[in-house]
């Protein structure tokens, strides 16, 4: 009953925060901006508020603060106290019917903005673009990501974490030491913890895992173009390669110097994240091709519960711990050697096989 009742109340943040969104998504013209706006602010106070709560105030003296009273509440009740449980409950339940009643009541003027927004016309003077084919293809998944706020912060929040950690490795580095030797990860060699951290974080970067399912019901449109298959394929590749490459130069940089990595053990971590970011992309779009969903009801099916994605987190991370256990094995070349040839093997399958495996997909 306890769990129950502590689950309402992100079930209750959820709803105010995703009943605020549709509203501004449907009132404002620049929905896509507006949305990524409040996703980038849901985010970081998220993150503020975690980060308040893991203060060590509660180590040090093992004082809980006010945050914590719930869980208190909970603790108590599960040792038989009815008073604690029943705040809990009160907590609750209250906000819960609250919220549901304040959004009921706009609901229906929520909905019809959403469903009726004014469209604004396409028809403007301008200068035309010309380029080639690859470039209008790369920027239409650019345009697609920005434009599709459940795309891209779940697909960028890993970039984000691994730009933040890296920072921090520099900026407060006796901190993130102290962390690691918690963690027992202090006898490690610091290019084998930066290399592992780089690799779980571009293996939550699962962008091309979704990007031929997003295509959705307008895939005959792609289909159409005047293009190979190997082009579109090797487009949606190369978007996702291009938009993970300066955070791979720039976070490989900052972990060697705040790891106070030689110049060589910093270009060995930097080859070994390039490689790793290569076969992520190639991987992934491999496993959206053999596991398409193209009548998905919204995009966050797509990019959140879709098997293709499901499936490419496996293998990226499976990937991780395999060329880490050759690291343990054979050290740093081993390692190395094992992206390497995982990278040629998907290179290869994508080349080989990768048209007719989209030529195949039927709507």
């Given at each position: 009953l306890g769990g129950v009742l502590l689950a309402a109340l992100p079930t209750t943040l959820a709803l105010l925060f995703g009943f605020v969104m549709a509203a501004v998504s449907g009132w404002c013209t620049r929905r896509?901006?507006?949305?990524?706006?409040?996703?980038?602010?849901?985010?970081?106070?998220?993150?503020?508020?975690?980060?308040?709560?893991?203060?060590?105030?509660?180590?040090?003296?093992?004082?809980?603060?006010?945050?914590?009273?719930?869980?208190?509440?909970?603790?108590?009740?599960?040792?038989?106290?009815?008073?604690?449980?029943?705040?809990?409950?009160?907590l609750a339940v209250v906000p819960l019917l609250a919220a549901g009643i304040a959004c009921g009541r706009f609901y229906g003027s929520v909905?019809?903005?959403l469903t009726q927004r004014r469209g604004k016309s396409d028809y403007r003077l301008g200068r035309l673009e010309s380029g080639t084919a690859r470039r209008a293809l790369v920027k239409k998944e650019w345009q697609r990501w920005v434009n599709t706020p459940i795309y891209l912060f779940n697909t960028g929040i890993g970039l984000l974490l691994y730009l933040g950690a890296s920072v921090a490795v520099v900026v407060q580095r006796d901190q993130v030491m102290e962390l690691l030797a918690s963690e027992g990860l202090d006898q490690l060699p610091l290019l084998a913890v930066a290399a592992g951290f780089s690799a779980f974080v571009l293996g939550m970067t699962t962008i091309t895992a979704s990007a031929v399912s997003l295509e959705g019901r307008s895939f005959w449109v792609l289909r159409s173009l005047p293009l190979s298959g190997r082009e579109i394929l090797w487009a949606k590749a190369l978007f996702h390669y291009l938009v993970c490459l300066p955070f791979v130069l720039l976070c490989s940089l900052l972990l060697g110097v705040g790891g106070r990595l030689s110049l060589a053990d910093t270009a060995v971590l930097l080859l070994l994240c390039l490689c790793y970011n290569w076969y992520v992309a190639l991987a992934g779009l491999l496993i959206n091709l053999r596991w398409p969903k193209l009548d998905a009801v919204n995009d966050t099916v797509v990019v959140k519960q879709s098997a293709a994605v499901g499936t490419a987190l496996l293998a990226d991370f499976g990937l991780m711990l395999l060329g880490g256990a050759a690291w343990w094995l054979t050290?740093?070349?081993?390692?190395?050697?094992?992206?390497?040839?995982?990278?040629?093997?998907?290179?290869?399958?994508?080349?080989?096989?990768?048209?007719?495996?989209?030529?195949?997909?039927?709507?």
């Open positions: 896509a901006l507006a949305e990524n706006l409040m996703y980038l602010a849901g985010t970081v106070l998220l993150c503020a508020v975690m980060l308040g709560m893991n203060t060590p105030t509660f180590y040090q003296t093992g004082e809980i603060g006010a945050w914590a009273a719930p869980f208190v509440w909970l603790a108590d009740g599960c040792l038989g106290d009815a008073a604690g449980l029943a705040k809990l409950a009160v909905l019809a903005a050290g740093t070349l081993g390692c190395l050697a094992v992206v390497l040839l995982a990278g040629a093997v998907v290179t290869w399958l994508l080349w080989s096989r990768g048209e007719a495996m989209l030529e195949a997909i039927a709507l």
